[in-house]
């Protein structure tokens, strides 16, 4: 039950009403900020903090639960004391304890960088952290925050891309918020903070609240925003750049780019909160808000240089096409399917996220107690959900008074309810109304129970989304039609939900995804006649390469952030056995990832698979001209790039030979 999982007392000294707005000025990092490491004797820590002091990052100490001593000439202390910020480099599991003493103690900045934290976990100390008005949250699955200015570095972005500078950058992904520092260094415009919100459900700072930060901060000039499917956060983000144009004192441009035009119906696209739920936005509607803000799109992060330079400059164009620099690379949106309901919109595997078939769903309905059928064909299917605010950071009921596909969107109404305590009751006789159910009593206690038993189920089970769809027969509500979707992390990270694991029908997914999973790979086979095979390290990244590439692509393949030689070939195993592939195009960012790690893997798959067919590659950041050296003297039939427009023309050539 909520309140049985959570922390019951809340966190702050302060006597004054302050709120977790209060900690916004926390992100303003810089070479003021004392820093300790959470976690601080891991490998990966341990190599983080030696390259941040020496790029100037003043960090103090670190925490390892029961130990003390000294590590890297720094203090090793059992628990977390009074510094400004803390950097969390723990496992998945481990993290949400870390973070709740971080708030105990009450720092002003906690970053986690960790990915896979189980959702409830993070709607639990969100429901804290609301309580309290002393500690930000940057995170998690986040790349951290960077001061280019301040020299300091609070999580693992790689530093050779970043110079001293006036552009300001806003992230849901890491790898392409790297591209974007790329960009505006090889401009010459530099960066300010850059402030890597993460793409998680329910990230500790959104896209909004990272731009009053921004458009605070003495340093920044201009602004790079980067956001992907998923929440409302761009439509906030415009609204607030709206709000702002009326105020002449605030001229500060803003360039924006959203990955996930090509996303395939009813697929989570790598990232946690890379998924879509009733009521949200796509990509296209995210673009044609910003673009309606004046915010200039670009299409892919090496663009923003340009865009930024010429916005600075006085032009005031609203898009971006790779044509305005060297190429122009033709795209085509993949239209999605007319008149499907919404229920069966994917009948494949969610990545990452264990959802059950419609037997299943109402099996469990009916163990609750409640009246579930097939639909007769009488009375009104209205739609009944429980999901997840990404703006409150809360569970939220969601209801529409039809399941048309056409109509759901503008009727969808969102009802958030505090973690800690579940749904409000004068809520559910809010969604009563706006189902239109009619004014008898005993189809409003029938609502309020079926609010009430999802509910339950959605904290025992740590769902993500349980959709319904219900009619009112009688004077009772009936289910009709279910799918719900639970965060696989409680069981990867934490081993919760072992028995949720035993109802995947693994019998109906593709063989190849799930050869792909078993080595940490999130592939997806597109739709289609594509013909290029992609590999990239990022979700963000995979997604802005399969929009750039439109029809081309084959696939999504996300080899994750922390790409090895290993997982590049099995990559490459998993492309080559969809025989629609003509062309391997390999997209690489590094940031943990090495350039001559990935080249080195790209040429042991070479060898060893001797695909016949072509790949292009194109490798930046950490160690790349180490990398694109390897390629360019392996010898192999390989077509080594550093410029992705270059790369991706070459790979469309290559598919239409």
Known sequence: MPGQQVLRRCFGTSLRLQSYADTLPNLRIGAHTRVIFQGFTGKQATANAKDSIAWGTKIVGGVTPGRTGDHLGLPVLPTVRSVYATAIYVAAHQAPSAIEEAIEAEVPLIVAVAEHIPLHDML???????????????????????????????????????????????????????????????????????????????????????????????????????????????????????????????????????????????????????????????????????????????????????????????????????????????????????????????????????????????????????????YSGLGTRRFLAIGIDRSTRSPCVIASPTVDNAQLRKMVKRYPFDYRHGPDELAIERMASHLQLSLKESSHESLRRLVHRLSDIFYEKEAYLMETEIVERLGEIKVVGGRFGFDDAAYRSCGRQAELQKLRNTAREDPSELEAEKSGIIYIKLKGNGTIGTLVNGAGLAMNTVDALGVHAANFLDTGGKATSETVKHGFEVILKDPRVRVIFVNIFGGLTLGDMIANGIIMAFKELSPRVPVVVRIRGTNEKEGQKLIEESGLPLYAFDDFEAAATKAIELSNA
């Open 124 to 374: 639990r100390l969100h429901s804290m952290l609301k309580t309290q008005s002393k500690s930000r949250l940057v995170g998690p699955n986040s790349p951290g925050i960077i001061s280019a200015v301040g020299k300091c570095r609070i999580g693992f972005q790689p530093l050779p891309c970043f110079s001293p500078g006036k552009v300001g950058i806003i992230a849901k992904s890491g790898t392409l918020s790297y591209e974007t520092v790329a960009s505006t260094t090889r401009a010459g415009l530099g960066q300010s903070l850059c402030i890597g919100v993460g793409g998680d459900i329910v990230p500790g700072t959104d896209l909004r609240e990272a731009l009053t930060v921004l458009e605070n901060d003495t340093d920044t000039e201009a602004i790079a925003l980067i956001g992907e499917i998923g929440g409302l956060g761009e439509l906030d983000a415009a609204e607030w750049y709206v709000s702002k144009a009326g105020f002449h004192s605030f001229v500060m441009p803003i360039a924006g780019l959203i990955a996930g035009i090509n996303k395939p119906s009813g697929r989570i696209m790598g990232h946690a909160g890379a998924f879509t739920i009733a009521g949200e936005p796509d990509a296209k509607e995210k673009i044609a808000a910003l673009e309606s803000a004046d915010v200039t799109m670009v299409t892919h992060p090496g663009q923003f240089g340009a865009a930024l330079k010429s916005r600075l400059g006085g032009s005031t164009s609203s898009h971006i096409k790779f044509g305005d620099q060297r190429r122009q690379i033709h795209t085509a949106v993949r239209r999605p399917q007319k008149g499907r309901r919404l229920l069966v919109t994917s009948s494949a595997q969610q990545q990452r996220h264990v959802s059950l078939s419609e037997d299943h769903c109402m099996d469990l309905l009916r163990e609750s107690g409640l009246n579930c059928g097939p």
